[in-house]
């Protein structure tokens, strides 16, 4: 494939990212509250070696006075439980927010695709004309969500031009965060 057509490609992915809308008539009060990271599809080179060791993780999505919202999430690593905050700022689109990424140092997109609120959520977060940052993540209310769920997260990943080999449904994390902490 030549350079031009390789330009063509990248573009566009890119494209495709933009035409990305918000589930309609988000409801940030409905979003609220605990959720679950059940799937996840990633395909930037330095995250390949950490696929396999991936759990799901548990967040907390908490309003903020402002219309913001502050994201607390729990990984379970080979440290422990690590929790890290972020602050998620509206736009002026219902259901799509903006934050700085402290580890690529640069501000990210995030877009609420699709969610009923009481079950599952499809979220993408991408850089606009940076690919490795860009994922898609599935979360559910609880650990475990259905499989139609599951293959509805997929086929968007596969749509966004993620290969099947980057699209992750890890298991449970054990104990993270301790019930005891939330």
Same mark, same amino acid.
């Given at each position: 494939?030549?350079?031009? +057509?390789? &330009?063509? #490609?990248?573009?566009?992915?890119?494209? +495709?990212? &933009?035409? #990305?809308?918000?589930?309609?008539?988000?409801?940030?009060?409905?979003?609220a509250g605990r959720?679950?990271?059940?799937?996840?599809?990633?395909?930037?080179p330095s995250f390949v070696p950490y696929r396999d060791k991936i759990k799901a993780s548990m967040g907390m999505i908490t309003l903020l006075a402002n219309g913001n919202v502050n994201?607390?999430?729990?990984?379970a690593t080979p440290l422990g439980?690590?929790?890290k905050m972020y602050q998620y700022e509206r736009t002026s689109v219902p259901g799509q927010f903006t934050y700085f990424s402290t580890r690529h140092s640069m501000v990210k997109d995030i877009t609420v695709v699709?969610?009923?609120?009481?079950?599952y959520a499809v979220v993408l977060k991408h850089k606009v004309?940076?690919?490795?940052?860009?994922?898609v993540a599935l979360y559910g209310r609880s650990q475990r969500v259905r499989n139609d769920v599951i293959q509805k997260f997929k086929a968007f990943a596969l749509s966004r031009g993620f290969p099947r080999?980057?699209?992750?449904?890890?298991?449970?994390?054990?104990?993270?965060?301790?019930s005891t902490s939330v």
């Amino acid at each position: 494939m030549g350079t031009t +057509a390789v &330009a063509m #490609v990248m573009l566009c992915v890119m494209m +495709a990212h &933009a035409d #990305v809308k918000p589930q309609k008539d988000f409801n940030l009060q409905k979003f609220a509250g605990r959720w679950y990271r059940v799937g996840l599809a990633y395909d930037s080179p330095s995250f390949v070696p950490y696929r396999d060791k991936i759990k799901a993780s548990m967040g907390m999505i908490t309003l903020l006075a402002n219309g913001n919202v502050n994201l607390t999430m729990w990984d379970a690593t080979p440290l422990g439980c690590i929790s890290k905050m972020y602050q998620y700022e509206r736009t002026s689109v219902p259901g799509q927010f903006t934050y700085f990424s402290t580890r690529h140092s640069m501000v990210k997109d995030i877009t609420v695709v699709d969610t009923n609120y009481t079950d599952y959520a499809v979220v993408l977060k991408h850089k606009v004309f940076h690919r490795e940052y860009t994922q898609v993540a599935l979360y559910g209310r609880s650990q475990r969500v259905r499989n139609d769920v599951i293959q509805k997260f997929k086929a968007f990943a596969l749509s966004r031009g993620f290969p099947r080999e980057s699209i992750l449904t890890p298991p449970p994390a054990e104990n993270c965060p301790a019930s005891t902490s939330v």
